[in-house]
């Protein structure tokens, strides 16, 4: 069993949509708009929840007997995971990954 939970962001991740490039570029362009407009509001919606549901889920973590560690350093942890992706071959993929959300 865990025993602490650090507080890193990771869930703040989720809020998104994947769909193929191909795919994408055949829908018609009134179809695009919509689909950005609408991953934009569900990445909203779905930030809000977490939000939302932070507190229940600290309170529900620490029923279970885990420890919340609040002041992480992330930039220590950002450096020691920037290791694990060099380690599994995938810092160009992430890199590329990160340079296409920016567009």
Known sequence: MLRYV?????????NFQVVGEAWYQRLPANYRQILREECVRAGRETSMR???EEARIKQLVQQRGMTIVSDVDLAAFRKA????YERLGLKAVRDALYQALRK
């Open 50 to 52: 977490i939000q939302q």
């Open 6 to 14: 650090n507080e890193t962001k990771h869930f703040l991740l989720i």
């Open 81 to 84: 995971a920037e290791t694990a």
